[in-house]
Every structure is written in C-alpha cells, then in structure tokens.
C-alpha cells in the first residue's frame, strides 16, 4: 500500500507506544536507514525516534508491517457456472472478455487493476482495487487503498473464484458487485453466479457442515480441538447472535463431539440452541502439521456473505514445545488457505447434491 503524505510525529509515536507496529519491526527499518536505536522498551524507542521527520516512502513500509500483523490473509469464495454448456467453446477466454468489458462499469468504486490469463491455461488472476476512508484513525491510516487478489479456475464443470482480502468487510460489497455484474437481468454475459452460502443448507445440515470438516482426515495436518464458536438466527445481521460467549466446559464438549465423530447433535447445548432456532456460523479450528513445527488456527466462517476462510493465528513450536505466534509469508498463506478453501467447498457440494430432489 502506498501512503500520499507524511506520517507525523504524534502519529509516529503512537504507533509506536500503542504497540500497532512489533518494536522489532520498527528497529529493522530504522538500521536499514542507518539509525541504530538503543533501547528496550516501546516507550524509549518512541521517545528517541518521534521527532524524525518520515516520508511518505517510509509511512507506506510502516503500514505495511500494520498490515501483515494486524490483518491475516483473508479468502471469499464463489462459483462461476456458464448458463450454458458448449463443446470447443474457451471459457477461461470467456472470463476474461467479461471482466474486460465490465471493467469500467459506471457508478462503481471499483477499478480494476490488471487482469491475466494465465500461459498455461488453467485460469485467470486479476486485481481490483478502491479507495477507503476509515474515520477515527490518525491520519496517515484515514484513507486506505484496498487491493482485491482474484483467482478463478476450472473446478469440475464450473470456475471458482477466489478472493484474497485483508479486512473482513473489504469482500461484502465486492460479491455484491459481481453478483450484479452477471446476474443482472438485462446481463448479457454467458456466465451466472453462484453464491456458496448457508442459507443454501437445510437446518441439519447447516450443523453437518462443521461436523464433517472438523472431523475431515487430511494427508499433513490433524484437527487438535476447536477454540471458537458463533452461533446467529439471522443470517443476514448479527444483532441477534452468541459469540464466543461459550464456557470452557461447553466449547470442550463441542471440540470432543466434532472430532471424535459423534456430532454435535450429541452436546446438549447444541440441541438447546437448535431448538431455540440458532445455528453455526462460524468454527475455529486449531490444527498442528504432521511434519512441520507448525500450527495454525483456521476460522471457517459464513458472517457478512459467502463461505471465508481465514488464517485466525499462526504458530510456530520451538525446541522447548513452545508455540510462538508468527505472520506467515503471503505465498504461505495463499497455499493453505487454498487448501482448506477446496476442502470447505467439497463437503458444502456434497451436502448441497444430498439435499437435491431425486427425479423419476
């Protein structure tokens, strides 16, 4: 991200004593401009450092690191199915000649950066981007650019599309604009959209959702417990939601149910929310590496609009057992992420051909 103007003193300072930006990050790029800070505390480097001037060039690199800390990758999913099915037609072609003359879409924020297909054939990746004004933040942080990373590729019969994002909000209106962009009754595109939410799963299998990832037997990875849960009634607001409100006892019963394959049907609280017309909204799970020194907590959640995945926290083990939080790097994240992405859309497809009316 690049920042337009200067980050002021004050505003260099509280990023600093506030610990937004990790010290050691801020004392990294100091000696790559030749200042060594000596000091231990946020508070003393603050204090020897805040009455520097700082560019523009070093306000964007500083929130950067705000970014790679705060913020873990992010994913949305939706599908692409073309309305109809055509022998020797190129629809990888197809979709880029649909964001290419939709690229300039009039009273929209988007604007689309670039858009590729790939030598090989196997998909398409574009970026979109807009402007976004967060108020209440120092004014180096007030006006923000958002980059959307999409990748769309062939999965079966239809084309997945994949949105890497940073704040949870920053996909909402996006899909919508997609959604529009090719559902739009007076369209001509060749395509339609297909959403991949929870509204789309019956009452029981809205719980099976999360039953059968939790329990999901991958080659790397095992599933040690669940750490969160968000329960709602309404899926389009979370006004009327219990999150992260659970006991420790309730949220272990829930952890146990999933993982050992007796369901969640079996925790009595679960039946209680049932009844009461709550369900799953999101589930994180906390899941350590066969091979690597590695754990990562995963949150499989359907809040704001389609199915996320996103990198909650990741751990390293050190040589004492110790896990240590680190930020992963952004190809690191787009690999797992993708892997669980393709797992989650498996077991909702699943559920979704379960639930189809069998003709004849």
């Not at 991200?1 to 990294?28: G, H, P, S």
């Not at 180096?140 to 704040?167: A, C, Q, R, T």
């Amino acid at each position: 991200m690049t920042i337009k103007n200067y980050l002021a003193c004050k505003d260099f300072r509280k990023i600093i004593e506030d610990k937004i930006v990790n010290a050691c990050n801020i004392k990294f790029l100091l000696r790559k401009r030749g200042i060594l800070p000596v000091c231990i505390s946020s508070s003393d480097l603050a204090q020897q450092t805040y009455r520097i001037f700082w560019g523009h060039e070093f306000a964007s690199k500083i929130v950067d690191y705000i970014d790679a800390e705060q913020n873990n990758l992010k994913s949305t999913v939706l599908i692409i199915k073309p309305k109809e099915t055509i022998e020797n037609v190129d629809y990888i072609q197809e979709i880029v000649n649909e964001f290419i003359n939709k690229k300039n879409i009039s009273q929209t924020q988007y604007k689309i950066a670039y858009i590729t297909k790939r030598n090989d054939n196997s998909g398409v990746d574009l970026k979109y981007s807009y402007n976004k004004t967060i108020k209440g933040k120092m004014s180096v942080l007030e006006n923000k650019e958002i980059n959307l990373d999409i990748s769309i590729s062939p999965i079966n019969d239809k084309f997945k599309v994949n949105i890497k994002h940073e704040g949870m909000s920053d996909s909402k209106n996006f899909v919508n604009f997609i959604d529009k962009m090719m559902n739009n009754p007076d369209s001509t595109s060749v395509f339609k959209l297909s959403r991949i939410r929870l509204e789309s799963l019956n009452a029981e299998n809205k719980v099976n959702f999360f039953d059968k990832f939790g329990n999901y037997k991958h080659n790397d990875w095992f599933t040690r417990d669940i750490t969160s849960v968000s329960l709602t009634r309404n899926i389009d607001d979370n006004d009327d939601n219990l999150d992260n409100q659970l006991d420790t006892n309730t949220l272990a019963g829930i952890s146990s149910a999933v993982l050992n394959g007796a369901g969640l049907r079996k925790v009595s609280f679960v039946e209680d929310c049932m009844s009461k017309g709550f369900f799953f909204q999101s589930m994180r799970f906390r899941l350590e590496h066969k091979n690597l020194p590695l754990t990562l907590e995963i949150d499989v959640s359907f809040k704001q609009t389609d199915l996320k995945i996103i990198i909650n926290k990741a751990m390293l083990t050190d040589d004492d057992g110790k896990n240590i939080k680190t930020i992963l790097a952004r190809n690191e994240q787009i690999g797992y992420i993708d892997y669980f992405q393709d797992i989650a859309y498996e077991l909702y497809s699943n559920l979704i051909k379960k639930q189809m009316p069998i003709n004849g």
